[in-house]
């Protein structure tokens, strides 16, 4: 018949597991845990750690990169397109134009008006746009109504006939905060071919920028008004008088 062994003791508590080791008389199972101690860095010797570290770099090769580890270069920043001929003489006048008001030319906007009387060379406005006649006079009519620069402009050209002076600025300005038309600027160029002083008016055109541009006009007067005789002699082929 064969020995039955006995079976372990089963604990239940924490206190019968203190009173079962305190008759068994066992040591605990792990010791208790040793402090480190902190690393005293003033030890450690610089020199030493370079030593060390030759030692252990000593038969290192340095590695060559491959076609396929190079580095992509930068690529060189894009030149600007070539220009050529006439289109590099268009953009820099247009860069004195901007920079300067070098090429600027009154006539070639939609705002120059110019007229001439009869028995007058059309070319006479050319010349009068140009500035090639000394302004002697000159009237400001910022801020008139239609009748009152007329009547400001009736007093001007009687006193500049009777002083005897021949090129006079009218300045009108262009007429930009008139919600449809320039109306002081078409007074006058109106005033100019149909109005009492007339036969006085030898040409007219658009000042030149540095006077007013489109905003002032020059006109040129005679030394004498056109006789009635003079005016019904025809002049075929002729157009744009007054």
Not at 12 to 25: I, T
Not at 27 to 42: G, H, I, L, N, R
Not at 157 to 164: C, L, Q, S, W, Y
Not at 214 to 223: I, K, S
Request: glycine fraction near 8%; charged fraction near 30%; aromatic fraction near 6%.
């Amino acid at each position: 018949m064969t020995k039955k062994t006995r079976a372990p003791e089963r604990l239940r508590s924490f206190r019968e597991l203190r009173h079962w080791m305190e008759r068994k008389n066992l040591p605990p199972s792990s010791p208790e845990p040793e402090v480190a101690t902190p690393c005293d860095k003033s030890a450690v010797d610089p020199e030493a750690e370079r030593q060390l570290f030759r030692k252990a770099m000593d038969g290192v090769v340095p590695l060559r990169l491959s076609s396929r580890t190079r580095h992509t270069p930068t690529p060189a920043p894009l030149e600007p397109p070539r220009v050529q001929g006439s289109d590099r003489e268009a953009i820099e006048r247009l860069h004195r134009l901007v920079d300067t008001g070098e090429g600027f030319n009154v006539a070639d906007t939609p705002e120059y008006r110019e007229g001439v009387g009869k028995n007058i060379p059309p070319t006479i406005t050319r010349h009068l746009h140009k500035g090639q006649f000394s302004i002697q006079d000159h009237i400001d009519l910022h801020g008139l109504s239609a009748v009152q620069g007329e009547e400001a402009l009736q007093a001007f050209f009687r006193d500049t006939v009777t002083a005897g002076k021949r090129a006079v600025l009218i300045i009108h300005g262009r007429g930009l905060s008139s919600p449809d038309k320039p109306v002081l600027k078409a007074m006058v160029h109106r005033w100019l071919e149909a109005g009492p002083w007339r036969h006085w008016v030898m040409a007219y055109s658009s000042a030149r920028a540095c006077d007013g541009g489109a905003g002032a006009t020059v006109v040129l007067l005679r030394e004498r008004p056109l006789t009635r005789r003079y005016r019904k002699r025809k002049h075929p082929g002729k157009t744009g008088r007054f």
